[in-house]
């Protein structure tokens, strides 16, 4: 257990502060989450169009 679970346990003025950051850091994991793959999609796709470039410039060195 950690010194804030411990602490809460007799202070219970605490827990309200920690159940708060607990939810806190969950939302942020969740935004961060969504945020990778976002990223990821925008990563994705980018490498796409670059591969896609270059077969069309290879194609057009083959043609010349």
């Known amino acids: ?18 159940d708060g950051l607990n939810h806190n850091r969950a ?18 796709k980018k490498k796409a169009l670059e591969d896609e470039e270059a077969r069309k410039c290879k194609y057009v060195k083959n043609v010349k």
Do not use: C
């Open 1 to 18: 257990p950690s010194f804030v679970q411990e602490f809460s346990r007799f202070h219970k003025e605490i827990q309200p502060m920690f």
């Open 27 to 44: 939302q942020w994991n969740a935004q961060a989450e969504v945020y990778n793959a976002k990223m990821k999609a925008i990563e994705d």
